[in-house]
């Protein structure tokens, strides 16, 4: 059974050190995988029910219960990432075939209803349904808007959407004006984002002009009769009135994903890095609160009463939040405790769902897709960078992360680190801001930045200590190596393959720490850090990864589907081993004794002395990233999407 660990709710704290956070009105409830291996495309709660339907983008299509967290219902013929809708009478679910068709299912059993051939035919972008369930509204990419009568299966009317790319359609709260927009850039004069359109006079009666490029993410209609649409560049949330036209208000957002009640009060808007912003829009300041979630949406959605979230992630997952508003006094109500098992949520933003009998978890801790890890010395502690720009440090005994970096104070994106030989400096490399790349070494328990290291021209994907950690290395086109305590440096020189312009792929100081191991294509190098002239090149094959084994004087490298293990002074082969495909990730623990190797859709650990398999995975369902195994050896690490699998291993051979 997989175990998950899930962001809790926080709200937004400046950039920098996580701070702790009050509660706002959003609870995470649960997690639902989807059958296959793409995001989530489509999401539709279906009224007077507890079901809602998801499509990812290989045309799985499901049916679950968001109470009992069940699934009811698997289809596997509809379209590619299609869009997905639910009549709101709850009876009806709406939405693709694979030859490009209009679908309509029994939201209970899945079985098609009616077939509407759609002509031209193109990739749908957006879809919804009427108030009294009899039309729905399509936008697909051959820019036509289309409205399908649901009562006689057929196409009521068609004309040209207003802007270049459509986001967003919906219907007015009478059913008679078809609301759509999405983005458009500027020519001579104001763009057009939106529009409201009556289709029985076939004619538009309200325009959603923009100065400049822009971009639209919604326009609905509220209880009290004003309008509300939201922009983008920046992300802005505006109310008009409805006989006037007039804007009424404005407010900063920190997203455009967004979902809605039934009515159009309650909205939800997630942006990056998974925040989730709540509003009540019949209320004088309807701004509620925010709170984190897991990570940056495909597609949200909300229920009729506004009160369950869902988000269709990158990572396969469907996300269940539930959510509080106020009561008439004004005051938050708690928010609805979901029915199943749920597991507390820890301070810091972790939510801990196990670890199981045999002592396995998963940490979620990143909105997206985790870059690098780094197990420190105490195999207690571990460093994670991702694409969301966070730098997490997490105690994997209390299952928590203790220390946290991210945005301006870190770099945009993180792509290497390593950790000193006595775990108390970490060395990171990233892209800053403005292009720049950056180089510098931290304090492993404050997260604090120490010093800068200048040199690099580009971004250094590999980064190295010398043993003694004195030295500290990093490489893309050319290798630089430094003086740790004082930045000077002592060495540069090109690395770089000019045949074909592959960069270093992995680099590791030798047990010296005098000279360097580098890679690139099919050739491993070994370059005097004190003497350029001293190098010996060896052709293994496609070489991604190298590691030096502790304790020994044995370089291992990959080459192709083979692992090698190389004499470091000759560079030559004295053992070899078999493996499924080829790898992404080389790992030991501090005697050497074991070994991790990890591949996109396998991960293997054994002992080598004396030689046995310790555990071993192979799942071409799952996409693994890089691993570490801790230094004791008895965790192994693996990264999957934005998360890490934590497995637990057999103490190591005395």
Same mark, same amino acid.
């Given at each position: ?261 039934? %009515?159009?009060?309650?909205?939800? #808007? &997630?942006? /990056? ?5 709540? *509003? $009540? +829009? ?112 997490? %105690?994997?005994?209390?299952?928590? #992360? &203790?220390? /946290? ?5 870190? *770099? $945009? +994106? ?241």
């Amino acid at each position: 059974m997989r175990l998950l660990l899930v962001i809790a709710c926080c709200l937004l704290t400046n950039l920098g050190f996580a701070q702790e956070a009050p509660r706002f009105p959003g609870r995470f409830g649960r997690e639902y995988e989807m059958p296959g291996f793409a995001e989530v495309r489509g999401l539709a709660f279906i009224p007077n029910s507890t079901r809602f339907a998801a499509v990812e983008a290989y045309s799985n299509f499901t049916l679950w219960d968001y109470r009992t967290g069940e699934r009811l219902q698997l289809k596997t013929d509809v379209g590619f990432g299609v869009p997905v809708a639910a009549t709101p009478d709850g009876k009806s679910l709406l939405t693709f075939s694979k030859t490009g068709d209009f679908i309509v299912l029994d939201s209970t059993t899945l079985e098609v209803l009616k077939t509407i051939e759609l002509a031209p035919k193109g990739h749908t972008n957006q879809l919804a349904v009427s108030p009294d369930s009899k039309r729905a509204l399509i936008v697909s990419s051959t820019k036509k808007v289309v409205l399908v009568d649901l009562e006689f299966g057929k196409i009521h009317s068609t004309w040209d959407a207003v802007s270049e790319y459509t986001n967003f359609v919906n219907f007015s709260k009478d059913g008679k004006h078809c609301l759509y927009g999405g983005q458009a850039h500027a020519g001579a004069g104001p763009v057009t984002l939106g529009a409201r359109w009556d289709w029985e006079e076939k004619k538009s009666v309200f325009v959603w002009k923009f100065p400049v490029f822009g971009t639209a993410f919604g326009l609905w209609d509220l209880p009290d009769g004003r309008w509300a649409g939201i922009e983008g560049n920046p992300n802005k949330r505006r109310i008009w009135d409805s006989k006037t036209h007039a804007e009424l208000k404005t407010y900063d957002l920190q997203g455009y994903k967004n979902a809605r009640s039934a %009515d159009g009060s309650r909205l939800v #808007v &997630v942006g /990056r890095k998974g925040m989730a912003e709540v *509003f $009540d +829009l019949t209320r004088k300041e309807p701004f509620l609160g925010s709170f984190r979630t897991e990570t940056d949406p495909e597609t949200v959605a909300l229920n009729a009463e506004g009160t369950e979230l869902i988000i269709g992630t990158r990572q396969t997952s469907i996300l269940q939040y539930e959510l509080s508003f106020p009561r008439a006094g004004g005051e938050v109500a708690e928010a609805n405790q979901p029915l199943g098992p749920l597991n507390a949520a820890n301070d810091d933003g972790v939510r801990v769902i196990g670890p199981d009998a045999k002592g396995d978890s998963t940490l979620v801790g990143h909105s997206s897709s985790i870059l690098h890890l780094v197990a420190l010395p105490d195999s207690r502690h571990l460093l994670t960078t991702g694409f969301d720009q966070r730098m997490l440090l997490w %105690d994997l005994q209390e299952h928590k #992360v &203790v220390r /946290r970096v991210e945005g301006e104070n870190g *770099f $945009d +994106l993180v792509y290497s680190a390593a950790v000193s030989p006595d775990g108390k400096k970490l060395l990171v490399a990233g892209g800053q801001r403005r292009g720049q790349q950056g180089l510098s070494l931290w304090d492993a328990t404050t997260l604090e930045k120490l010093r800068t290291y200048e040199g690099l021209t580009e971004v250094a994907r590999n980064v190295a200590f010398s043993p003694d950690g004195a030295r500290v290395a990093a490489a893309g086109q050319e290798v630089i190596v430094w003086e740790t305590a004082t930045g000077k440096e002592i060495t540069k020189f090109q690395a770089k393959d000019e045949k074909i312009g592959v960069n270093v792929q992995s680099l590791e100081f030798d047990a010296t720490g005098k000279s360097l191991f580098y890679s690139h294509t099919n050739t491993l190098v070994r370059q005097s850090v004190e003497d350029k002239g001293d190098q010996l090149q060896a052709q293994l094959g496609q070489v991604q990864v190298i590691r030096r084994r502790p304790e020994s004087n044995q370089i291992i490298a990959d080459a192709g589907r083979a692992l090698l293990f190389l004499n470091s002074k000759e560079l030559t082969e004295t053992q070899r081993y078999e493996i499924p495909s080829p790898m992404h990730s080389i790992s030991f623990s501090a005697n050497g004794k074991r070994i991790a190797v990890t591949g996109s859709s396998f991960s293997t650990v054994w002992n080598l002395a004396p030689e046995e398999l310790v555990y071993s995975v192979q799942d071409s369902n799952r996409r693994f990233g890089k691993s570490c195994l801790t230094p004791d050896g008895t965790k192994l690490i693996v990264i999957e999407g934005n998360r890490l699998k934590v497995t637990k291993l057999s103490p190591l051979p005395k």
